[in-house]
DNA sequence: TATTGTTATACTCTATAACTATA
DNA sequence: TATAGTTATAGAGTATAACAATA
């Protein structure tokens, strides 16, 4: 329930009581986000896949085969979640564990032509729900929001 | 590899190859409430409790006695949660349950005068927390980011 | 019959460590 | 001895529904 009342900069309602609080800023980190990944969950949902595994498909689309270590590295992930992902991808005919030649140890984690498309699709099907959880904002603010983030976390 | 060449300002880093995906702003929102949600972690646990328990007494302590369907209102948990929430604010001594005259059904989940001691301080041991973890940003920034995240989310 | 709060259950995530096969 | 990947297990968190007391 927003009762939006007049007040545009740093709100305090009723149901906000606190919202110049040093803990404002987290709660509306979690709140973006959740709208953010829920929204994308439905979008991903056709498809089959989750966003653990859109990740992985985006990885590996734009930098070609990957061994696990490597995916362990570019994601939040640890070598226990990437082998399930990695096992998902693979149940679902998206990609495949290739033998490396000169260290057996090794996955070289592959994408399917059949991944190659369905991250394709998926993207696709991404963009408009990105654009609608971000419809408030003007191009030029989504893209500032996405400037002072990076500014935050230093990338 | 990285066929979005045509990318505008958003950086194009080798640990984030598609900056300018529609996931992007997903895992940027993800990266930057992680890290703000560890570094108060870090910060509450002197005090014995956790965020969850934070948001509650910030209510409290906001609005007065509360029941617990109040509280789910106000809160992302359902009741089930804000039950256990309540079992751990009633040990740790800094809220009770009271009888409610008129309905006895309801609990007014009070604050104990120690649970307003520790919610003042756990406030100010948070306030030099919110500033490290936005320490990127000049207070300007850190405003602007707070106003683009409310509005986005509609609050 | 509906609502508040409680309890029980099950399911998902995650974190960890033990284990294998290779190096 | 160290590394890549696998498997097993336990813990936290959450969602659900059944339940008791009260309205």
């Known amino acids: 329930m927003t009762t939006d009342t007049a007040s545009s900069s740093a709100a305090e309602t009723p149901e906000n009581p606190r919202a110049g609080s040093p803990f404002a800023l987290g709660l509306l980190l979690r ?6 990944a829920s929204a994308m ?3 991903l949902a ?3 896949i989750e966003r653990r ?4 498909l985006m990885r590996l689309n734009a930098s070609g085969p990957l061994n696990q270590r490597d995916l362990v590295a570019q994601t939040d992930h640890d070598k226990a979640s ?10 679902l005919g998206l990609a495949s564990r290739e033998l490396v030649p000169g260290d057996r140890r090794l996955r070289a984690v592959t994408l ?3 991944g190659h498309d369905v991250f394709a699709r998926a993207y696709e099907a991404a ?9 408030p904002l003007s191009p030029e603010q989504n893209e500032q929001l996405q400037l002072l983030l990076r500014l935050m976390i230093g990338a």
């Open 31 to 36: 709140q973006a986000h959740e709208r953010f």
């Open 112 to 114: 399917t032509d059949h």
């Open 53 to 56: 595994h859109l990740v992985v």
């Open 82 to 91: 990437i082998v399930r992902i990695v096992d998902d991808l693979e149940r």
């Open 41 to 43: 969950d439905a979008a």
């Open 127 to 135: 963009a408009p729900v990105s654009a609608a959880a971000t419809a």
């Open 46 to 48: 056709p498809f089959g």
